[in-house]
Nanobody
Framework: QVQVVESGGGLVQAGGSLRLSCAAS????????MTWYRQPPGKQRELVAGISRGGITNYADSVKGRFTISRDNAKNTAYLQMNSLKPEDTAVYYCNVRASGDYWGQGTQVTVSS
């Protein structure tokens, strides 16, 4: 079983920055792809950014140039550095981890005020 815990959300003004963390406790499981998703109020969950174990990244067009995903394999932790935040970035941010299966965290709220 893999447990996933997100942290780092909060309230920030437009133009500000936040850094989210996703910590996976894997036990004996090998952690593969780690991906950030978000769900804005009243909308469907959408992909934000993903990173492979080898460091290959992909981003949604809406966050390219503003968000940076990284990971520390020794700590089984992924990070999402979010800069130049906009009100439309307001959402609950979830981390998905692929190990023996797909595992999700409980989410962390990010609110960007205008």
């Amino acid at each position: 079983q893999v447990q996933v815990v997100e942290s780092g959300g909060g309230l920030v003004q437009a133009g500000g920055s936040l850094r989210l963390s996703c910590a996976a406790s894997s036990g004996i499981f090998w952690i593969g792809l780690m991906t950030w998703y978000r769900q804005p109020p009243g909308k469907q969950r959408e992909l934000v950014a993903g990173i492979s174990r080898g460091g290959i990244t992909n981003y949604a067009d809406s966050v390219k140039g503003r968000f940076t995903i990284s990971r520390d394999n020794a700590k089984n932790t992924a990070y999402l550095q979010m800069n130049s935040l906009k009100p439309e970035d307001t959402a609950v941010y979830y981390c998905n981890v692929r190990a023996s299966g797909d595992y999700w965290g409980q989410g962390t709220q990010v609110t960007v005020s205008s």
